[in-house]
């Protein structure tokens, strides 16, 4: 199915909450409504000829001088061979999202990868603690405006530039 | 009276010091403590064709009977704390080899924010083993140049100030 015609399912679907216009490009992005992500990627999953069995990557996207951070969902499907990619657009102050761990179990580490590096608050999750920073960090490292702390438990982060000569 | 020819040929004579100094050397047990890809170098020189067992040195999965911990790897400051903790569990005497460019000072993620640049910085270091990663042969010097020191040390006698090494 191409993309086109996943983009034409989902807004019979979900209406208005699909605010992209079709294109036929390969690597198409649809945009929604944060809001409703969740139950689109149900309907995604669960629909027999969509079948998007895949959560292949979340990410997150800080768009700074848009105060705005972009999550991004890649889905496959198994079955049909076919692909799209979600996009969804939420505020940079309090990026909040439903989460859709409950509809790929894999998503659960992703979100919480994306919950600790870019502060994106995933609704729902249920276990939204960091995944690869310490426990007792501060602040989330990929948003442009992240300030590196001093030190860490009395290890200095102060180091030369290795680009000054 | 002379002490030559006055012994039979199968009686060597040596210090305390050097033969205590001997026995240890001889059995550098060395934690198992791979971070990053020169593990896989830590593990081909414990392995048949470096053969680390040839100077008495055997891996060990525990800290509380190793002597020697290898940091080889990457070092992030999450793992640097648990770094620590580990080193002080080894018994004493106890000592630190530092495998490759990013154990030695951050290396290509000196910069990064979560690396913690140089496991010096959280432990006493006694060989730094350069290399990105260093090859076996490397390593087995390293261990060479740790021996060379244990053999030095004086337990039972502070050396004289003019004779330190």
Known sequence: ?165 | MSLINTVPETVVTSTIDDVLNWTRKSSVWYMLFGLACCAIEMMQTGGPRSDLDRFGAVPRATPRVSDLIIVSGTLTLKMALRTKLLYEQMPDPKYAISMGSCANCGGLFQLAYSVCDGVDKVIPVDVYVPGCPPRPEALTEGLLKLQDKIQQERWLVRAPESATV
């Open chain 1, 1 to 165: 199915m191409d993309a086109a015609e996943i983009h034409r399912r989902l807004r019979e679907k979900l209406g208005n909450a699909v605010l992209s216009e079709p294109t036929e490009d390969e690597w198409a992005t649809i945009e929604l409504q944060p809001a409703s992500v969740a139950e689109a990627c149900r309907y995604l999953k669960d629909d027999p000829e969509l079948a998007f069995d895949c959560l292949s990557n979340l990410t997150a996207v800080d768009r700074k001088s848009d105060d705005l951070i972009d999550v991004y969902y890649h889905l496959f499907s198994y079955d049909h061979r076919h692909k799209i990619t979600l996009r969804v657009s939420c505020p940079r102050l309090d990026p909040q999202l439903p989460t859709v761990s409950t509809v790929w179990p894999f998503g659960d580490w992703l979100e919480r990868e994306a919950f600790d590096l870019m502060g994106v608050n995933f609704v729902g999750h249920g276990d939204l603690r960091r995944l690869l920073m310490p426990e007792d960090w501060v602040g989330h490292p990929l948003r442009k405006d992240f300030v590196e702390p001093e030190e860490y438990h009395g290890i200095s982060t102060r180091r030369e530039s290795l680009l000054k000569l």
